[in-house]
């Protein structure tokens, strides 16, 4: 047991340290030094002496934020996998990102002074490096809209290279500021701070996130600030080197490979190495993104149609289209999988073959108590199949599987389809309701 003497020491320590500190974040640190008073009189001497540390930690106004970002793996998600953005394909990616999070968190990498963690992901286009950010975004601080984002094309142009940090005073546009830094001020340095195609930007952002790297904040030009994000995690993405095979290649030997690479400056025409070897040595994980195989296209192109495409058929025709028969989900993944357009091609191709044939067909099916599904015809075209009509055998063999299994998970998405369309319908109505509150409001403030 701790002695008197003991907590007194630890008390007057606690009177000295916690002055100048005013309101809620005194409050704060009152709170966690007095949780140390209590462990110091619980705990055995050698790890009593540990908890000697709390009362010298500085608390900041995001304190609470701040520690449920740090706990281990006693969260519910463990995974960015498990997150409510789908992510399909990349296990090795996921993996590494996981265990880049989980390493982080555990306190043992020394990053005083740094951002909480920092990484570029690699790969062709649409393979998922934004989807992935995310989904970090949602399990580090549990919101996938807490993103600080900024393309790097944007660098490219007249004042391009202001964007980022925001234009010197004097300056047209200086007094907005930068367009990535007053989104991170905006919320605290606690966010994901995504910079998509890094590759593109001009010297000052690359000499801007240096310094982010280095010293863990940035700084804004227009207004001379300087901002925290020592707990922020920065994620850059790039499309270099995205023709190539690199899963066997090792990370010095990867860094290196990105740091000799080349590139057309868009401004003057020559190639130019845009990652210096210092750059890239301070990125804590650099992780590679492979391009997604056709089982991978075909779960993509299933969950947009179901979560989004089948939604709206079953609220603006009230029909239930429920799903893509084996046929005609093949036939769009061949017309995905033939563009180097990668995921993004999957919205337009969703749009041409199933949105088309909806909206041109004047003899769409009206019964509201049948289940139909995406065919293909023999010319290549697909169309609304009556699945009440024409049985669930032949799909259940398509799909080599008991058709008693196939009726079952026809039911089982009817009835999702049925309640998303219900609940879209639910919130339509209510914000056409509040838009005519408003108009009315409006209508008497003009005539009053």
Known sequence: MATPSANCTIKAKIMNHHTGYQGKERRMIIKIKAEALTLSTILPPKTRA?????????????????????????????????????????????????R??????????GRRGKPFMSMLL?????????????????????????IARFNANECVGEGGQFKAFGPPRGYQGSDKGGLLTQQVKAMGGQCVILIDEIEKGSQELFDGMMTALDEGYMEDASFGERIDITDAIVVMTSNILAGENLDTMEDDDLRERIASSTIQNHRTGANNAPFRTEFVGRIQEVIHFSALDDVDIAAIITHKYRSDTAVKIAMEYRILVVDISPVALGFLTEKVGQTKFGVRYVDTVISRFIVDEIIDNENLPTEKSHTFIWDMTDKGRLFVKDMDENGYADLAA?????????????KALRITLARKAIDELRIRRAATKQHNRNVIVDHKMIVN
Request: proline share 3%; net charge positive; charged share 25%.
């Open 100 to 109: 880049a999070i989980k390493r982080a968190r555990s306190g043992l990498l």
């Open 50 to 98: 540990i908890t000697c540390i709390i009362p010298f930690i500085r608390v900041h106004r995001t304190t609470q934020t701040w520690r449920k970002m740090m706990e281990t793996s006693e969260t519910e998600i463990t995974s960015i996998a498990q997150t409510s953005t789908p992510l399909f394909g990349q296990k090795q990616a996921i993996q590494r990102i996981d």
């Open 398 to 410: 398509s799909r080599e599987e008991d058709e008693a299994v196939t009726i079952e998970k026809m």
């Open 122 to 146: 690699l790969g062709p286009s649409g393979v998922g490096k934004t989807e992935s950010a995310k989904a970090i975004a949602e399990m580090v601080y549990g919101d996938r809209t807490h």
